[in-house]
């Protein structure tokens, strides 16, 4: 009977999973660690999935993203400051969030180091 009920739940996880993946669920990307300001992707139909902030130990680093493609203006989708002795700080959007014209990145701090997700 336990074996029964396993293959049921394995079985059905697996359904879950498919049905998600027919959603048009498609995972998150790196934008790969960014040292300075700048876009990481241009045009819509993107989403913000989460934002890693790396300080060097020492000195705060604060990211800002904009709904924009090319400059720090406009609709802040994100803002986050991590003090310099926490090392890192993650900023999770839980669901993603979407943009209209792209992500931005502006950041500061004497060694920024930001690594964005997005889709």
Known sequence: MKKILSCIVVL????????????????CVSSGLQTSSGAIVTGGGHFLCSVLII??????????????????????????TVPGASY?????AGNPIAVGNGIYL??????????????
């Open 88 to 92: 890192f700080g993650v900023g999770d």
């Open 12 to 27: 059905a996880i697996l359904c879950f999973a498919s049905l998600a993946m027919a959603a048009g669920d498609t995972p």
């Open 106 to 119: 502006s950041i500061s701090g004497s060694t920024p180091n930001v690594i964005v997700y997005y889709r």
């Open 55 to 80: 300080t060097d130990g020492t000195d705060a680093v604060t990211a800002t993203l904009y709904d924009n493609a090319s400059a720090a203006s406009g609709k802040v989708i994100f803002k986050g």
